[in-house]
């Protein structure tokens, strides 16, 4: 009973620890848009880039196009497909941020062949909100090094891209939001921290104790009384 309800416990502590998180982000969420100008440069501090993380931003730039990334095995809506990233040069100023524009389907019958998205070569203004890099997929492979330079990854290293392309990338990325467009979809996950998961695990370890209860009383207090004593033996 002890360990079945310190267990219940621990995972309310975990419950209030992930709605402090999920008010933080939802506050951050509520704040004004930033702009470009607010992003860590790449070769500055990052202490304190996380605390920027799901904040609304507003970017202007163009696109390098020729630096566009297909991450490999993304799903949304349940089918498989690409979630495309492509740098932006900001304007004005020096910085590039990379941005995960959207999700396309695949070519399922020639698995090597891109699709059709469209990248505008001027000016263009994005709207999202900051994020930390795509997360990453198991891979066979190993590093992000043993698929080359190729545009189809499974996974991409923020670091290691920086190198590759010798762009000045910021160590944040930027979620784009808003309708399709440009052949991509945008219907992100909504941003959660799973507060229900550790509720219905501390339901199920103090159901747990009550049980062990229950079945203390029956078999200790209740029931022994009722058994028949043993006669002794003549």
Known sequence: MLVTASLGRWQLGRAAQKEALQAAIDARERMPALDGASLPAADGSSAGSEALVHRAIALR?????????FLDNRQMHGRPGFFVLTPLRLEPGPGVVLVQRGWVPRDFQDRSRLPRIETPEGPVAVTGRIALPPSRLYEFTGADGAQGY??????????AFRAETGLALAPLTVLQTGEPSEGLLRDWPVVGTGVEKHYGY????????????????????VRRPLRPRRQPAP
């Open 61 to 69: 730039g163009r696109w390098v196009a020729g630096q566009t990334v």
């Open 202 to 221: 501390a339901f199920q370890w103090f159901g747990l104790c009550g049980l062990i209860a229950l079945l203390y009383v029956w078999f200790q207090l």
């Open 150 to 159: 190729s545009r189809i990854r499974q996974n991409l290293d923020l670091n």
